[in-house]
T-cell receptor
Framework: TQLLEQSPQFLSIQEGENLTVYCNSS?????LQWYRQEPGEGPVLLVT?????EVKKLKRLTFQFGDARKDSSLHITAAQPGDTGLYLC??????????FGEGTQLTVNP | EAGVAQSPRYKIIEKRQSVAFWCNPI?????LYWYQQILGQGPKLLIQ????????DSQLPKDRFSAERLKGVDSTLKIQPAKLEDSAVYLC?????????FGPGTRLTVL
């Protein structure tokens, strides 16, 4: 069974601070996706990383895929209250099947 | 473009009762997924359909859960009988190629 471990599980910070969320596994994935989920809604895809060592930027969010394609990180610069939500990483293997991590609940206080 | 529709949004039942959830995927999406998301956890895949055929149901508790997608479009997920530990959000997702689009989910509470 492939497992994805996310850390930290909970994160509460002040507006303007930076933060990093980690997603680690002992398994290799063909790609890794990051989602954000808000209360009462389904997860929404933020980014897909495919190549080991790949770095993608989405405004203030920076995503990195580990060289061995087993881990990933999400870095947010100058967090804003609108960034509040549950951040989920998901590894893809064997086609479109996704294995999700447990999530990181981020709260950004004004 | 309309998103993935799910109903009902909320359901409260007593243990041992039956419940059914409905999902209408994005038009043209051949692949449909049902996930279970327990509070504080990430979504767990229950079943994956490709058109009206089952691709993966390895994590579906088949003694009480069933799902169908008879015409390759809408899908229903049924629990019979429900247990307390089935309390969760049931998410439906669909995809055309690789990106999955999720519906808002059905929050089930089993008392």
């Amino acid at each position: 069974t492939q497992l994805l471990e996310q850390s930290p599980q909970f994160l509460s910070i002040q507006e303007g601070e930076n933060l990093t969320v980690y997603c680690n596994s002992s398994s290799v994935f063909s790609s890794l996706q990051w989602y954000r989920q808000e209360p009462g809604e389904g997860p929404v895809l933020l980014v897909t990383v495919v190549t080991g060592g790949e770095v993608k930027k989405l405004k203030r969010l920076t995503f990195q895929f580990g060289d061995a394609r087993k881990d990933s990180s999400l870095h947010i610069t100058a967090a804003q209250p609108g960034d509040t939500g549950l951040y989920l990483c998901a590894g893809a293997s064997g086609g479109s099947r996704l294995t999700f991590g447990e999530g990181t609940q981020l709260t950004v206080n004004p | 473009e309309a998103g993935v529709a799910q109903s009902p949004r909320y359901k409260i039942i007593e243990k041992r009762q039956s419940v059914a959830f409905w999902c209408n995927p994005i038009s043209g999406h051949a692949t449909l997924y049902w996930y279970q998301q327990i509070l504080g956890q990430g979504p767990k895949l229950l079943i994956q359909f490709q058109n009206n055929g089952v691709v993966d149901d390895s994590q579906l508790p088949k003694d009480r859960f069933s799902a169908e997608r008879l015409k390759g479009v809408d899908s229903t997920l049924k629990i019979q009988p429900a247990k307390l530990e089935d309390s969760a959000v049931y998410l439906c997702a669909s995809s055309l190629v690789n990106e999955q689009f999720f519906g808002p989910g059905t929050r089930l509470t089993v008392l």
